[in-house]
């Protein structure tokens, strides 16, 4: 079982930066790749994010590239979001994920095993 716990998220004005963090507990954060997903109001979730259990590898959605970097720090068992030139429409519930380390970071939405509980990020215009 893995635990996880986002914290970072809160309000900002269009243009500004957050940065979310994801802290694992249970097991080590190196057996498993991790993924940010946002769900805004009244639409799906969507993946954002990804990155393998190294941090060798990265994937991002088109909306967000350029804008956002995942990393992790797996001496801390912590994944972290930096969201930079944020946009109303970033605005969502974000949520990290942890999928087996032999998946495919491409595939995280159908391999994720474990989810946080999410953590809200409103950007104002």
């Known amino acids: 079982q893995v635990q996880l716990v986002e914290s970072g998220g809160g309000l900002v004005q269009a243009g500004g930066s957050l940065t979310l963090s994801c802290t694992a507990s249970?097991?080590?954060?190196?057996?498993?790749?991790l993924g940010w997903f946002r769900q805004a109001p009244g639409k799906g979730r969507e993946v954002v994010a990804a990155?393998?259990?190294?941090?060798?590898?990265?994937v991002y959605v088109d909306s967000v590239k350029g804008r956002f970097t995942i990393s992790r720090d797996n001496a801390k068992n912590t994944g972290y979001l930096q969201m930079n030139s944020l946009k109303p429409e970033d605005t969502a519930v974000y949520f990290c994920?942890?999928?087996?380390?032999?998946?495919?970071?491409?595939?995280?939405?159908?391999?994720?095993?474990?989810w946080g509980q999410g953590t809200q990020v409103t950007v104002s215009s």
């Open positions: 249970g097991r080590i954060i190196s057996s498993y790749n």
């Open positions: 994920a942890a999928a087996p380390r032999e998946t495919a970071i491409e595939g995280m939405a159908a391999a994720a095993a474990y």
């Open positions: 990155i393998n259990w190294s941090g060798g590898s990265t």
